[in-house]
């Protein structure tokens, strides 16, 4: 595979970006050698600067849930665009997608649009202190919430990645009321709260993880979560940044039958354009500034180009609920990958949720961070490139989660076993 065009034009944004990528997770330092510089994607395939074309199953880290360039929702930015980019005012697409988004989601009665995921958690963190008068929150470790501060503690993605779980630069003040707890661990979570309830203003997590590979909720987590902060009066807030009209078109709450206080949501929501969103109970929601005395604010949010990304995006989910067929095609890719690499004697174990998987090199189920990062990354490193030498683009780290779309191709997904098939029995 040639590469000469993208380790000309890497070496160029090496010298003026750090590590040359605008994003940790986009480097390749877990893997080697350089990233790709990609010119272009059409439905489930991506194009590089040398030419050489890509099957995708990053799609821009989950919002291309329905593939590069989805007609409609390319008509949809063109069409509002003809009207001009941004006016600093409410415009009738906040509130179309704002009406989406509660009729979507089971513990969504009114929501607030932001920019990115990261702003979405800092703002729900802010707010369920501001609602509940206390300091404390529980994360899990394992668990990424985007680099807010206070979240970024035992963190997964690019901060467990680069081996940076916990970042220089954020004073021990701003992490000094998180409390870490092991996901998948109820009586750990039983336990801090015995200790420190009182103080515990909410417990945020990941319903699914997919930020230290893909990681699954064993039985009664969730309503173990759940009991637990009614029980003591904390905020629970779900992060479906990820996860939200990915699993379901309700997301994660809605699959599992379990209703946090609040949700964060990302990624799907903007359809590719950078929107974040936090929403939940309306007796919550109404703290937030200029109802209530929570402060939160955004130039761009709400942004008329991103609300009809979103708005399109959602539409088309909410119209052909791709759903059933997602996890039908992922479930065979996860079955045939899965085939490959006991054919070929690896330890291995693979965790899916509908259309996100990950494949551990890791002889023990993973169930939380410490497994999971006793998972070999050498091996996957290798995987990871002789996948990319045929065409397959993948997530550069382990403790990251494949995606499927909709406009992936059955021959596709058999072209993606054949090359495992190759890879694993050379590993
Ligand atoms: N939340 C994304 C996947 N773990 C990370 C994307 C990024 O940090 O660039």
Redesign the pocket.
């Known amino acids: 595979m040639n590469r000469e065009k993208s380790r000309a034009e890497f070496a160029r944004a090496s010298r003026i970006i750090p590590g040359g990528v605008n994003?940790?997770?986009?480097a390749f330092g877990a893997v080697g050698g350089d990233p790709l510089i990609i010119e272009r994607g059409d439905a489930a395939l991506l194009t590089d600067l040398d030419g050489n074309e890509l099957i995708d199953y990053v799609g821009s880290?989950?919002p291309h849930i329905l593939g590069h360039r989805r007609p409609e929702v390319i008509a949809a930015i063109q069409d509002v665009l003809a009207g001009g980019t941004s006016f600093g005012a409410p415009t009738q697409l906040e509130t179309q997608l704002a009406e989406l988004i509660v009729d979507a989601v089971p513990s969504v009665e009114k929501v607030r649009m932001v920019n990115s995921?990261t702003e979405a958690t800092m703002s729900a963190v802010r707010l369920a202190r501001g609602f509940t008068g206390r300091d404390a929150v529980v994360k899990f470790a394992g668990c990424?919430h985007g680099h807010v501060d206070s979240l970024l503690v035992q963190a997964g993605?690019?901060a467990l990645t680069h081996g940076v779980p916990s970042s220089p630069g954020i004073p021990a003040g701003c992490t000094s009321d998180t409390l870490s707890a092991e996901f998948n661990d109820a009586e750990g979570l039983a336990a801090l709260f015995e200790e420190r309830g009182d103080d515990i203003a909410a417990v945020i997590l990941e319903p699914v993880v997919?930020?230290m590979g893909v990681v699954l909720p064993q039985d009664g987590f969730l309503k173990a979560c759940r009991e637990l902060c009614t029980r003591h009066g904390a905020v629970l807030i779900f992060d479906e940044?990820?996860t939200g009209f990915r699993l379901s078109y309700g997301g994660a709450q809605e699959l599992f039958g379990v209703t946090p206080d609040l949700t964060t949501l990302g990624k799907i929501v903007g359809g590719g354009l950078p929107v974040g969103a936090y929403g939940g109970r309306a007796d919550i929601m109404d703290k937030v500034s200029p109802v209530g005395p929570v402060y939160q604010a955004g130039t761009l949010s709400g942004n008329p180009l991103a609300m009809a990304s979103g708005i399109a995006t959602l539409t088309v989910l909410k119209n052909e609920s791709p759903y059933t067929r997602l996890d039908e095609m992922t479930g065979g890719l996860v079955a045939g990958i899965e085939a490959a690499a006991d054919h070929a004697g690896l330890p291995h174990q693979t965790a899916r949720c509908g259309s996100m998987f990950t494949l551990f090199f890791n002889p023990e189920p993973v169930t939380n961070y410490g497994v999971a990062s006793q998972s070999d990354t050498e091996r996957f490193a290798k995987y990871f490139q002789g996948m990319l030498e045929r065409g397959v683009y993948l997530p550069c780290s382990q403790f990251?989660a494949n995606f499927v779309s909709a406009a992936h191709t059955e021959e596709q997904i058999s072209q993606t076993v054949a090359a495992a098939r190759e890879v694993l029995s050379s590993l």
């Open positions: 994003s940790p997770a986009r880290w989950g995921g990424y993605s690019g997919g930020n940044v990820m990251e």
